[in-house]
């Protein structure tokens, strides 16, 4: 028996709408679960939340309704396992201010069984690039420009899975 291995990097899309993204997000974590249902830990497969952006040196609540979003979906185990979809669109424009580099280090402290996705939206190549460049001071972080390649990847990299 093949183990598996645990990839625990973050997937950043860039797009224009969150619409598809998230269509195909949810359908993926579901079609994982069902394969692996030991990898997934909660009352659904995949999280999806909206970080609003906050000026610097005002409350930073944002964090405080993530995690309360997260454990509220927990149900009751300990902990949740599976996919969280983040959009971070209002943040794209300000990756290098601490609040948001905050958030980043949070996500990498509790990366133990999570798939995150970033959605970005539409950015040019020098905005990708200084984004990117925040994200791998903390994580791993790979893109995945087309909304259509996150359905290619369920596809090409799930489908040659050897089972359990």
């Not at 990708?128 to 369920?154: H, N, S, T």
Request: with cysteine; aromatic share 16%; proline share 3%.
């Amino acid at each position: 028996m093949k183990l598996r291995e645990y990839n625990y990097e973050a997937s950043v899309i860039f797009s224009p709408s969150t619409v598809r993204l998230r269509s195909e997000v949810a359908d993926k974590s579901e079609w994982e679960a069902e394969i692996y249902p030991e990898d997934f830990r909660g009352d659904a497969a995949c999280i999806f939340y909206k970080y609003d952006y906050v000026l610097p040196y005002d409350k930073l609540d944002g964090l405080r309704r993530y995690i309360l979003s997260v454990k509220d979906k927990t149900g009751f185990r300990n902990r949740f396992k599976g996919y969280i979809a983040l959009d971070l669109s209002e943040w794209a424009d300000h990756v290098d201010e601490d609040y948001f580099k905050i958030l980043i280090m949070y996500l990498a402290d509790h990366s133990d069984g999570i798939h995150y996705v970033l959605f970005f939206g539409a950015r040019d190549a020098a905005s990708k690039e200084q984004i990117l460049e925040v994200l791998r001071q903390y994580i791993r972080a790979k893109i995945v420009d087309d909304p259509m390649k996150f359905g290619d990847m369920r596809a090409s990299k799930y489908l040659r899975r050897e089972p359990l």
